[in-house]
Nanobody, 124 residues
């Protein structure tokens, strides 16, 4: 199976920006959907943004629309999440995920069968 490795997390002040990177160990073209989820302490893991790997269309959680942008580079086996205008409520561990199913607006966690280890984002 293709492994996912996230990077780019860190600590930033409110209003700042971070860019998360997810690099896959193999070809991602066999997956239809990849995305980012996040989990804050004591909360459920929630979908943040997903992207259709073949065609590039994306879905976003309402809480991040207009601030976050997901993109992919199939040749580099990479999915990026550009996060701007960060808020304290964005503080969480961010996970990259992959799915053979097509992306859905619901960003259901159960659609995804592979996960990275996560990268911490802290906004103060």
């Amino acid at each position: 199976d293709v492994q996912l490795v996230e990077s780019g997390g860190g600590s930033v002040q409110a209003g700042g920006s971070l860019r998360l990177s997810c690099v896959a160990s193999g070809d991602i073209s066999s997956y239809n959907c990849m995305g980012w989820f996040r989990q804050a302490p004591g909360k459920e893991r929630e979908g943040v943004a997903t992207i259709n790997i073949p065609l590039g269309g994306a879905y976003y959680a309402d809480s991040v629309k207009g601030r976050f942008t997901i993109s992919r580079d199939n040749a580099k086996r990479t999915v990026l999440l550009q996060m701007n205008t960060l808020k304290p409520e964005d503080t969480a561990t961010y996970f990259c995920a992959r799915s053979r199913r097509w992306c859905r607006p619901s960003m259901a966690r159960g659609d995804f069968d592979g996960w990275g280890q996560g990268t911490q984002v802290t906004v103060s």
